[in-house]
């Protein structure tokens, strides 16, 4: 079985420069402007970290004031805080975990308004558009800043822009649930970025198709799948081939991916069904598959190496994420009332202590065979923590942390 992709060629644009509007209320140990520049870098890796801060003794779990109160958001590198912006309205900066990241050092923003989104940088607006969209892949390229947006007022309709000019759109696409893979669902490979969608038609008899399509640098292909597919699960791209995770009707609803002209079958059992498929490349051409399996009333948490042997947890435990990178993997997972208790990373396990909160997959980041974790407390007056090979460092930080990344 194979696949068919026809692939026009990619061409790269142009570079713009990107050019910011200074924040006089943003606080920054670099002075004004909220610059981040590493001239003291120091040896081995950086971890940065952010974080939503709030006055002290506000219930910020609770957040009855949520879009009123003096909230911040922080960022820190190696537990130090570098920088600190206001967040509201009058700011145009969202203390919500999916508006803002941390791309090499520097503390991006987006926020929507009634009719605009606004793209910002450590505390500076770059450039607004026409349109609330919401951010599902973020990709800083030298001078371009790359965005997939959703509308956010419908869940479809999808703009690829480059510093804020569309590039490519579908009013009618939509886009597979994001993971918090650094770019999110935009992803670069050979040069190219590439990112996957697809649209939804009604059949007359009440049935919903799915036509989905791969958009490299702006330019869109349809899937053509091969007989017996019946549903793309996931996509992605990585090692210069498109990999599908898809449903075949091979005396059942059988779990089978395809990279490149390859397919692979993945054992479920017979009768069995999945759901939350993802797919997770490991670099080398590699890659991983979560998910779950169910049979009759009984959900397994799933996972299949790159050898497609799977690993079965528990009935009653979710896997909370999993993370692959340049040869390593990692996975959380968590008990039913919904704490994560225990990470694996390359096999070795720990427990984690007490009961904590995980705000989204960008509180956690495999770097080096390290995972690097950041979690609140359920205990709002203890401090936030990252938790890196067994050891814990707190974060001095009234609030939650909402992302980890890694610069070497």
């Known amino acids: 079985m194979g696949l068919a992709l026809a692939l026009a060629g990619c061409d790269k644009g142009d570079g713009l420069g990107l050019l910011g509007r200074s924040r006089a209320s943003t606080e920054s140990r670099r002075g004004s402007g909220g610059r981040?520049?590493?001239?003291?870098?120091?040896?081995?890796?950086?971890?940065?970290?952010?974080?939503?801060?709030?006055?002290?003794?506000?219930?910020?779990?609770?957040?009855?004031?949520?879009?009123?109160?003096?909230?911040?958001?922080?960022?820190?590198?190696?537990?130090?805080?570098?920088?600190?912006?206001?967040?509201?309205?009058?700011?145009?900066?969202?203390?919500?975990?999916?508006?803002?990241?941390?791309?090499?050092?520097?503390?991006y923003t987006d926020y929507s308004s009634?009719?605009?989104?606004?793209?910002?940088?450590?505390?500076?607006?770059?450039?607004?558009?026409?349109?609330?969209?919401?951010?599902?892949?973020?990709?800083?390229?030298?001078?371009?800043?790359?965005?997939?947006?959703?509308?956010r007022d419908t869940g479809r309709g999808i703009t690829l822009r480059k510093n804020g000019e569309p590039v490519f759109t579908d009013p009618q696409g939509r886009l597979q649930a994001g993971d918090g893979r650094e770019g999110g669902l935009l992803q670069e490979d050979d040069g190219h970025l590439y990112f996957y969608y697809y649209q939804e038609t009604r059949k007359n008899g009440g049935s919903v198709v799915r036509n989905w399509y791969q958009v490299c640098d702006g330019r869109a292909e349809n899937l053509l799948l091969p007989q017996g597919v019946s549903t793309i699960l996931d996509a992605c791209r990585t090692g210069g081939k498109t990999i599908l995770a898809t449903l075949t009707l091979n005396g059942g609803r059988n779990l089978t991916v395809l990279h490149g002209n390859e397919s692979l079958a993945y054992s479920t059992g017979v009768g069995d069904s999945v759901r939350g498929i993802r797919i997770l490349p490991a670099g080398g051409g590699k890659f991983y598959i979560k998910g779950e399996i169910l049979s009759g009333t009984q959900v397994r948490p799933v996972l299949w190496d790159p050898e497609g042997v799977p690993t079965f947890l528990q009935t009653g435990t979710t896997i909370l994420d999993a993370f692959a990178e340049s040869g390593h993997f990692a996975y959380l997972?968590?008990?039913?009332?919904?704490?994560?208790?225990h990470c694996v990373v390359d096999g070795f396990?720990?427990?984690?202590?007490?009961?904590?909160h995980y705000i989204s997959s960008h509180c956690a980041r495999l770097s080096g065979g390290s995972l690097y974790l950041a979690l609140p407390p359920f205990d709002q007056n203890a401090k936030p923590f990252l938790l890196k090979d067994g050891v814990r460092q707190e974060i001095p930080l009234?609030?939650?942390l909402t992302y980890v990344s890694i610069t070497r």
């Open 349 to 356: 396990g720990q427990s984690l202590e007490g009961r904590n």
């Open 333 to 341: 997972w968590t008990n039913p009332q919904g704490s994560p208790v």
């Open 36 to 107: 981040n520049e590493e001239d003291d870098h120091p040896e081995g890796p950086c971890v940065w970290l952010s974080g939503v801060e709030f006055p002290a003794a506000y219930d910020w779990q609770r957040d009855t004031a949520y879009g009123s109160v003096d909230a911040r958001l922080v960022l820190f590198r190696d537990g130090e805080r570098r920088l600190a912006i206001p967040a509201g309205e009058n700011h145009h900066v969202s203390t919500d975990p999916d508006m803002h990241r941390i791309v090499g050092g520097h503390l």
């Open 114 to 151: 009634g009719e605009a989104t606004y793209i910002g940088r450590d505390g500076k607006e770059l450039f607004r558009f026409d349109g609330r969209e919401m951010m599902a892949g973020f990709l800083v390229r030298e001078t371009e800043i790359w965005t997939l947006g959703l509308d």
């Open 398 to 400: 009234y609030g939650y």
